[in-house]
């Protein structure tokens, strides 16, 4: 790894006061976006918690605990499409970033009240895709709008065939995304998407105040279970394991740990990438 030359380090606003280190590795939509969040930015991000000094480009994280050559790209039939809080792209604990780090198909855009990115609007139009909004289906009015499950595919039609299934995440704090839910009036013609998982978050960089409320990644992992797709289902189970590897880092360069080689994580992760589906699930 090299360190990002002194002309990139002028051109915008470093991280927490942080020195960006190079990961080698292409950025993807939601770096892309910190990219541009950066170069409008006034003033450093100040991140709270997180390792002091260097942190890796690819996947913030000190250099010496860096999974940039673990990341698990994968194909999918499903998509993502993250609308982000002014400030999420900046923090090192987003958990969006992960899903762009293991889904082809991630797309990510800032929120705004006042408009919609026009790249937004571009993408909710594509008729290869049928975007769902993904939300608790408690706040949703009218209720008519929620679905609990993806439509199962019509008799002579293959499950590959159609459109495709676009997930749209509103990532931010339980407060910012529900005022994003009631003022973005391009999502009101799409499906609202209701979770009702069984099990409790397992996130630990940030607390939410309810057990029910889950990560960005954690949403997105169960989404990719709902699709019926084999890659969809091994994307899921990979995004699972690469939080828990992501998280196990995060916390062992905060509390300046070495990192561990052999971890219950790591071989989680390779276990998860190996999965091959069987044809009936």
Not at 229 to 240: F, P, S
Request: net charge positive; glycine share 6%.
């Amino acid at each position: 790894m090299s360190a990002v030359p002194a002309s990139a380090q002028d051109a915008c606003v470093p991280l927490s006061y942080l020195r960006g280190v190079d990961s080698g590795v292409a950025p993807h939509a939601v770096s892309r976006l910190r990219t541009q969040r950066l170069a409008r930015s006034t003033r450093p991000f100040l991140s709270r918690g997180g390792p002091r000094g260097e942190r890796c480009e690819g996947c913030r994280l000190r250099p010496s605990h860096c999974i940039c050559a673990l990341r698990p790209m994968l194909p999918t039939r499903a998509g993502f499409c993250l609308l982000m809080h002014d400030a999420e792209p900046l923090k090192p604990s987003n958990t969006g970033w992960l899903i762009a780090d293991v889904v082809e198909q991630t797309h990510a855009f800032g929120w705004a009240r006042t408009e919609a990115d026009a790249g937004l609007l571009a993408l909710l139009d594509d008729p290869q895709w049928q975007p769902y909004v993904v939300f608790p289906g408690e706040f949703v009015e009218p209720p008519q709008r929620v679905v609990h499950a993806l439509p199962a595919p019509r008799a002579g039609v293959e499950p590959n065939q159609g459109r495709r299934p676009l997930f749209i995440l509103l990532d931010a704090t339980w407060p910012e995304a529900r005022k994003m839910f009631r003022k973005s009036p391009y999502l009101d013609r799409f499906p609202v998407l209701s979770l009702h998982p069984d099990q409790v978050s397992q996130y630990r960089l940030r607390r939410s105040q309810r057990e029910d409320h889950f990560c960005t990644s954690e949403v997105a992992a169960l989404c990719l279970e709902l699709t019926g797709d084999g890659g969809d289902r091994r994307a899921g189970r990979a995004l699972e394991s690469y939080l828990a590897l992501f998280t196990e880092h995060y916390l062992r360069a905060k509390n300046q740990q070495p990192v561990q080689t052999d971890s219950d994580a790591r071989r989680g992760l390779q276990d998860a990438i190996s999965f091959v589906c069987p044809p009936a699930c």
